[in-house]
């Protein structure tokens, strides 16, 4: 009525013959876009009482609080895209010194909209020039001695009423011009027909192993391809080389000779066999024993031997631990000095041979269960597995085919017929070449492409953030991801059904927090219908180069599949040293129902694996413990002798584990002790099986296998202490 009123009373006063101008429309007022949102951050002081919601839940009594360290964010989802005004913050005690604020429309490019330098706490608002649907606020330096604490952080903006997905191609915030799927698959992939000659294709497999037979950390890279078909070929397996068939399943590609690994290189020692594989053919060994003398991240996976197989290398000298998977041995296995092994879901003949740690999970022709001598951990059923997905030739074009979930199994895949699963051509992946930028593959990523990443070493100087449901990213040739000035290489969402496999990431010289992540902290959504997987992903501190980093893998995202790792913080190489390759962790797990198939994780200078989530499951675990530390007092955990390889949450109620090995190879100062190579809360929910601890040669000494329970092991006859059982 007032507002009637006044309008009246102007229009008297307007003389006749005027034409009244209407006003200058006026910009909507901000509002408050960020309350209830959904929102995620670095870290949280506790769980329970400082989450990161807390920040945006429109209350001054709750808080979210970071752990006591610098390099935080908090980031907000205002789900949808807003022209943005400013930022509020009400600080508790701990606060901001030097902070950005940074925008985005996809969280795959992001631009500073805001910057304080000189934060005093208190209630402060900040004023922001730009736009976009996230927001991040990035905290570099903390103004006490504490984390950083906020009651809340208010995003004030207008909201725009354009489009809001970024992977819709008529959305104006989609970053740059479309980019293409598909396209040549690089000069580092060698593919072959049956056509081609063999004494070409013997002539280039040579080649390969001449220069990669003791290129432990060289640059070059290579994935050899077979076209459907025969091939009358040996092939010679060395470093950073991948061969595989390019067939539907293992039978439609042939080798006639073998695909072999020895240890000639090595003085007949295979402990270094590292990062190479084989994949998806069949073999006739001309000798009718194939061997894949192998040690870490050097996995066999859809092979059929019309043979027998070995696993250690001519001399019978050591071999440290491999993965088989998906594949049937006509004839036997026979490990002899193989230390450790996992065969999951495989068929054999038979099984020859036993050291410390043989682990068989869904395999027909498997040992009798026995532990600890000889030392057979034996499930009859793996209880979820997908395999990995693999690049194949698809009649008249490259597609990738990506294997269905599945409970319950024992056997391979494909004796009984076709892998069950989906094919994706090829076009609908950005087929990355080494040089390519993190920028451009993101804009990839999020104009819906999936990556394959062709054989190469990618530097990236900001993170791959890997967004959306059932992307697929597959490695050729043990592709290698850099991260450069203390970004993360890979960030996963927590969405559904990402499949990472076939990629080595390899930490930088600049400190990082984590390498790789999947999920955000505080993830929370149900993936148990179609789980987030890791397969043959391998993670490296050290050995090329110096790297530092403070969480190798870190799995936030519930229902995670893990198919085989490596994470290893380096004992030989370049950049070794207490001080030089410094990492606190290998892999830590805070998302619940987790499950794992092969976790190798070694040398950290805390505890190994850290498993925080409910009702997780390990299948073979091999571990040693940091070679490096110069002394016992570097070698403390608080009041504790060191620090036990494989640490479960003294809150968690539920756990399982399976075949569990730790070693102790203290070379800088043998006489060190490690209390317990395994901590674990003693509760009836944590159920651990066949476990032990080793120590080699006598360098180290292990109290206990886990807590206080358990023979030491320690001397030079390196005897392991075993336990069948804890609770």
Do not use: C
Request: glycine share 12%; no cysteine; net charge negative.
């Amino acid at each position: 009525m007032l507002r009637a009123a006044a309008a009246a009373a102007i229009a008297l006063l307007v003389p006749a013959g005027f034409v009244a101008v209407a006003a200058p429309a006026q910009a909507a007022e901000p509002e408050l876009l960020s309350q209830g949102r959904a929102v995620t951050a670095s870290s949280v002081e506790n769980a329970d009482y400082t989450p990161a919601a807390a920040a945006v839940d429109g209350d001054l009594g709750t808080r979210w609080a970071s752990t006591f360290s610098d390099a935080q964010w908090l980031q907000i989802d205002l789900g949808e895209r807003a022209e943005l005004d400013r930022l509020e913050l009400v600080w508790e005690a701990a606060y901001g010194a030097e902070f950005r604020v940074l925008a985005s429309d996809d969280t795959a490019a992001w631009d500073e909209v805001g910057r304080v330098d000189d934060g005093t706490g208190g209630t402060q608002s900040v004023e922001l020039d730009g736009d976009g649907r996230y927001v991040r606020l990035e905290l570099t330096r903390r103004g006490t001695g504490y984390g950083y604490s906020l009651w809340e952080a208010r995003v004030f903006g207008s909201p725009d009423d354009g489009p809001t997905d970024p992977t819709d191609p008529t959305d104006p915030t989609d970053p740059g011009d479309p980019i293409d799927g598909g396209g040549d698959l690089g000069p580092n992939v060698h593919v072959y027909d049956d056509a081609t000659p063999d004494a070409q294709i013997q002539a280039e497999l040579d080649a390969a192993f001449q220069a990669q037979e003791t290129a432990q950390f060289g640059t070059r890279r290579d994935q050899f391809l077979f076209k459907p078909g025969s091939y009358d070929v040996h092939a010679h397996i060395g470093f950073d080389t991948a061969i595989s068939g390019a067939g539907r399943n293992p039978d439609d590609v042939r080798i006639n000779g073998g695909v072999w690994v020895d240890a000639q290189w090595f003085g007949g020692n295979a402990t270094q066999n590292f990062w190479r594989s084989v994949e998806n053919l069949s073999i006739v060994p001309h000798t009718g024993e194939a061997r894949w003398a192998v040690s870490q991240a050097a996995p066999m996976r859809r092979v059929h031997v019309l043979g027998d197989l070995s696993l250690a290398p001519s001399s019978y000298g050591w071999s440290s631990g491999g993965f088989i998977a998906d594949s049937k041995v006509d004839g036997v296995v026979r490990s002899y000095s193989q230390q450790q092994w996992l065969s999951r879901d495989s068929t054999f003949g038979g099984w020859e041979g036993s050291v410390w740690n043989m682990v068989f999970s869904g395999v027909e022709g498997s040992p009798a269960p026995s532990f600890p001598n000889p030392s057979h951990t034996v499930l009859d059923r793996s209880p979820l597995v997908r395999e990995k997905p693999y690049l194949y030739w698809d009649a008249d074009d490259w597609a990738v085919f990506v294997p269905a979930l599945a409970a319950d199994t024992r056997g391979t895949t494909w004796e009984g017929g076709a892998t069950s699963g989906e094919s994706i051509p090829i076009d609908e992946f950005y087929v990355a070449q080494p040089g390519d930028s993190a920028e451009r593959i993101n804009r990839a990523l999020v104009q819906g492409l999936n990556l394959l990443l062709t054989p190469g070493v990618y530097h990236v100087d900001e993170t791959i953030r890997v967004t959306r449901p059932d992307t697929v990213v597959l490695g050729l040739g043990y592709a290698t991801i850099v991260n450069d000035g203390g970004v993360a290489a890979m960030k996963v969402a927590d969405v559904d059904g990402v499949k990472i496999a076939g990629v080595l990431f390899d930490a930088g010289t600049s400190h990082a927090p984590v390498l790789l992540e999947v999920g955000e902290p505080g993830s929370s959504a149900d993936h148990s219908d179609d789980p987030i997987s890791l397969h043959d992903v391998f993670l490296r501190v050290g050995g090329a180069v110096a790297g530092k980093v403070d969480d190798a893998l870190v799995v936030h995202a519930d229902d995670t599949l893990i198919d085989h790792i490596w994470s290893w913080r380096g004992d030989h190489g370049d950049g070794i040293g207490w001080n030089l390759n410094t990492a606190d962790r290998g892999l830590v797990v805070d998302g619940d129902d987790v499950t794992a198939y092969g976790l190798f994780v070694e040398h950290y200078q805390q505890h190994n694996t850290v498993w925080n989530g409910e009702r997780g499951r390990t299948v073979f675990y091999q571990s040693e413990l940091a070679y490096d530390p110069p002394n016992q007092a570097a070698w403390m955990n608080g009041d504790t002798l060191g620090w036990a390889s494989y640490k479960v949450g003294d809150q968690v109620d539920e756990h399982q584990a399976w075949g569990v090995g730790v070693y102790a190879y203290n070379n800088v100062d043998p006489s060190i002790v490690t209390q317990s190579g395994i901590e674990a809360p003693a509760k009836p929910g944590v159920r651990l099986r066949n476990l032990l601890t080793v120590s080699l040669g006598g360098n180290g000494i292990i109290r206990h296998v886990v807590n206080d329970i358990g023979d030491e092991a320690s001397g030079v006859d390196t005897i392991p202490s075993y336990l069948v059982e804890f609770n």
